[in-house]
């Protein structure tokens, strides 16, 4: 069997020499674009928080899941997200464009326990259909989820949403034949470190290249 070629120029890097810092470091900065889900979810005394968080992915469709990863503050402490969902098995994943980027942005800021991110910067809250946490009116797509599975490592709580409603803002979702306009969806994704990316230079492959505009899915 011939041996693989590699180029005299790539970075060899052994992951298992570095330390967790450096290993997050690269990894963020590498797998790009990541799409943001901004989460919203209640404490015991009913209070909102509201985070972003772009470890986030789409994980199945049957049943319909979606992940969102969450680190373990300094000291050991958790995340209110990750102590309101285990408390209540309840979230709100709402996906992000250009018009929230900044708000989205600042309810990342260290704001106190028991301070409602979504007052501070400016968002409207509507009530869900089934669960408890609030929907961001000013986002384009809410998904409401409960708990499916929580996984653990040593650095992260992992937690898988079933996707129980979704609600999406008027225009964008045609029913007739479950297609998504993407003609004015201009969500936004994580660029590593404070960098950010849009999604409006598109272009298609194989079938969809024929078309001379991106109209829908």
Known sequence: MAEPVTRRTDTHV????LGAYERYKLMASLIVPRPIALVTTVDAAGVVNAAPFSMFAMVGEDPPLVMISLDRCRGGTRKDTAANIEATGEFVVHL?????????HDCGAAYPPGVDETREVGFTTLPCAQVAPPRIAEAPVAFECTLHE???TESREVFFGRIEHLWARAGLIDRERWHVSLTDYHPVGR???SFYVTSRDRFALGDDARRTEIDSL
């Open 14 to 17: 052994v992951m298992g020499e």
């Open 150 to 152: 929580r996984g653990t």
């Open 96 to 104: 992000v464009d250009e018009p929230i980027a900044r708000q989205t």
């Open 191 to 193: 660029f590593g470190a």
